[in-house]
């Protein structure tokens, strides 16, 4: 099928309207936090794990390091929440109980 002015507009409003589709009609909740688990939580870690953390919006739900000693400055800033020691140990824990990482 050659391409046409025709075929075009029909796939790129099809595409569009797939992008522009309203958060709500796709099952989100509009007012839920985001979930965020940490990767590293010295360092730059940290300093992610405070920038990320100013937002009143997310909502920390796991904390990865493989020194346990370094948990406790994060813990300091956002009490409560699970510690893991290997990535995907918290990959499989939370399963789809988070929404980003930051590493």
Not at 49 to 64: E, M, Q, R
């Amino acid at each position: 099928m050659p391409n046409s002015r025709r075929s075009f507009l029909k796939n790129s409003t099809l595409a569009s309207a797939a992008v522009a589709f309203p958060a709500f009609v796709r099952g989100q909740n509009l007012n839920s936090k985001l979930q965020v688990a940490c990767v590293g939580v010295n360092g730059m870690g940290f300093s992610d794990l405070k920038n990320v953390g100013t937002h009143p919006a997310v909502k920390f739900v796991g904390f990865c390091d493989v020194d346990s000693n370094r948990f406790d400055k994060a813990d300091e800033a956002h009490p409560g929440v699970k510690h893991f020691s290997d990535y995907r140990e918290m990959f499989r824990t939370l399963g789809d109980g988070f929404d980003a990482v930051t590493v």
